[in-house]
Each structure stands twice: as C-alpha cells, then as structure tokens.
C-alpha cells in the first residue's frame, strides 16, 4: 500500500480519533491534506480509527460540488487514480489554518474546499 501519511501524522491522527472514540467533544484542526493532482478531489484528515489503522474521518470533497464529512479507509484511497493515472498525492507544504468545522462550513457555502 502506498504511504500516504507520515508516521508523525499517524499518531496525531490516532490520538484524535482515540479522543473522540473516548466521548471528547472535539474539532481538530486537519492533520493532513490528500488530494487527485489531476482532478479535483481532496480530504481533510483529522482522525484515523486505532483499531484497524485505515479508517480515517475527515472533511471530503470529490470535486462535484458537495464536501462532506465522511469516513474513508487510507487503502482504498491509495488505490485511485485520477483521469491521467496520477495517484493521490499528500500536501507537503499543507498547514491547516482552521478548524474541520470551519473548514466544513466554507467548503459547503463554496461548494468545494478552497486551501
């Protein structure tokens, strides 16, 4: 399976998801950004689920006009290939500047994810 995250971004990632497992009340800034380099989708990543290691939570946008928040298992995602055969690539440069929540609410009033 190709790595899309960094060991780094996997804890953080499992630590949120544990937190909400736990009952916390949380809105995490976005760990990581997945996205098509030759279409338009992208994820937001906040959590990943610690007992199956795949299973992430975070804000999705397949570029049709309708992000949501939605569960998405890293396999699968390392297994799609935009319409040029590019597959999904991790933001290098990404640092989140706001919360999923807020994220959410600008992508859904854009209809995409705008950074």
Known sequence: MKTLITAEQRIQLIANGQ?????????????VRLFTPDAHATWLLTEL???DGDTTFG????????PELCRVRLSELASVRGP???PITRDLYFAAQRSLSEYTRLARANGSITD
């Open 49 to 51: 689920d610690s007992e």
């Open 59 to 66: 804000l999705c946008d397949l570029g049709l006009g309708m």
């Open 84 to 86: 040029m055969g590019l």
């Open 19 to 31: 937190a909400r497992a736990d009952g916390q009340e949380l809105d995490p800034e976005p760990v």
